[in-house]
């Protein structure tokens, strides 16, 4: 029985060696340790009306940051570019990718189109016609109603 006793020490030996070396396993993550750089500075070209700038940012390849440009993006009414960004969370670093919000200070602005006199239609019929107000179905017999000869 010596033996057994012997064997079950070693094995829980074995077992506490493995429990303390687990956690040292379980710190391995993927989160980025090193912040970003500062943003550099870019000149933003002249946009079309509809787009607006998506400014650059830093992307992480695994190893380091790098600077990816930014560039013209289509314009979306009612809603404004939130940009690429870092946040910091513990000790690691998180990169949040751009997105759309909605802007709560924008103003809907309706196009006005040029509005038609009212008359306009029945200047335009009474010109082809000669009729006024269309009462005449244009064959002489009034409204249209009955036999027509």
């Known amino acids: 029985m010596i033996i057994n006793h012997s064997l079950k020490k ?71 570019w939130a940009p690429d960004r870092w946040e910091q969370r513990g000790n690691g670093y998180y990169r949040q990718p751009g997105t759309w919000v909605r802007d709560a200070n924008h103003v809907y602005v309706k196009d006005k189109k040029d509005k038609k006199d009212k008359y306009e239609k029945y200047d335009k019929r009474d010109k082809h016609n000669d009729k006024r107000h269309g009462n005449d179905n244009g064959n002489g017999h009034g409204k249209g109603h009955g036999k027509h000869d």
């Open 10 to 80: 070693i094995m829980l030996a074995i077992v506490l060696a493995g429990a303390a070396a687990a956690p040292a396993i379980a710190q391995v993550s993927i989160n980025i340790n090193l912040a970003p750089p500062p943003p550099q500075h870019e000149a933003v070209p002249a946009l079309a009306p509809a787009q607006v700038w998506a400014p650059g940012y830093w992307a992480w390849t695994g190893e380091r940051h790098v600077w990816v440009r930014g560039h013209a993006i289509q314009k979306r009414d009612g809603y404004r």
